[in-house]
């Protein structure tokens, strides 16, 4: 791995990175394998499993598929804007060309890095409210902490830990892993996050409102910064505490078939949301979805109607997880769709087949 060669503006030309600031794109630097080939070299085979995702910088590669049918790629074509053949299990054969450089990205990690930039992205900037509310009442008023199973209501409460903290004090910090859910008690605290190199105020918290569950549904460093503007007192609950008692009370899985078999004897209509960007949902379409993307869900969940119940899917898992849990916290009826999510097929095979990659 070479990083001097990595190039962070020919990344700002595919998606998902032309959306990250400038800090995240340096975090992933050492997230990237760039691989130098000469021509003739296989870069992956058709029907063999990657756990990398491959972006195309320079150079040429062909694509061919199962008919034998060709197609010449350059790094130059109006297409090349996301990793080639962004699939599992590989749909064509790619060879270069002439000499190529690629950048390898875990496609885990790239999974991840979606999840915390579009959370980011999605962070509420409203509702400054004034009152000081009782912080059990406040989260026992939320949607998501209304499905709290009411056995477990006592023992979630028994695990929060007072945590005094002073005016102009880091709570958290964005780009730091995240181990602790918070809500406030007492006192007030701004949001923040780095965009082009600047810092910009995404939104205010006061007392009754709570923080830091994006990071720990997706197991994604923190997407934002929390400072207190005021003296205070913070709740707090730490990782294992939060999944066990929370998350599983609220985020629950579903497969195509139950999805169907709900649909078929439920009165309730059952809508599958893609919830990745317009662009990947354009170039991989998932059969029977809408498209809302992670980043716009928190301000359209108003306008979804509550008679429906709601599957999530996305190409990873970490997206997903944190859709359904938004809609869970907005009052509605959501699942996760399992694994395949409706559109790759035969991925339990993936662990079964040869991971034959030549481009090393």
Known sequence: MNQTTIDLEQLRR????????????????????VLDLGPARMVFKLGSSTEQAFFLISGAVDLADENFEVRN??????????????????????????????YAIDRKHLDLLMTWTQAAEAMLDEDDDEETPDWMDALLQ??????????????????????????????????????????????????????????????????????????????TPRNATITMTSDGILMTLDQEDFKEILQHSVIQTISREQMEELTEEGDRACVLLDVRLPMEFKHDRTPGARNIPLTELRKDVKSLEKEFVYVVT????????????????????????????????DTEEKSTQENDEDSA
Do not use: W
């Open 14 to 33: 595919f998606i998902p990175f032309d959306s990250l600031t400038d800090s995240h794109l340096e975090e992933i630097r050492e997230k990237i394998q």
């Open 73 to 102: 790629f350059p790094a130059d074509d109006d297409e090349n804007y996301l990793a080639l053949d962004n699939y599992p299990k590989h749909r064509v054969n790619c060879i270069t060309t002439e000499p190529t450089i690629l």
């Open 142 to 219: 939320s949607g998501v902490f209304a499905q709290v199973p009411p056995s477990k209501i006592q023992s979630l409460f028994v695990k929060f830990q007072e945590k005094e903290v002073h005016l102009g004090e880091v709570v958290v910090r964005e780009g730091e892993p995240g181990d602790t859910f918070y809500v406030i008690k007492q006192g007030k605290a701004m949001v923040t996050r780095q965009k082009a190199g600047r810092e910009q105020t995404v939104a205010a918290l006061t007392a009754g409102n709570y923080f830091g569950e994006d990071a720990l549904i997706s197991d």
């Open 314 to 345: 996305c190409d990873g898992g970490g997206r997903s997880q944190l859709g359904a849990y938004l809609l869970s916290e907005a009052g509605l009826e959501a699942y996760v769709l399992e694994q395949n999510q409706g559109q790759k097929e």
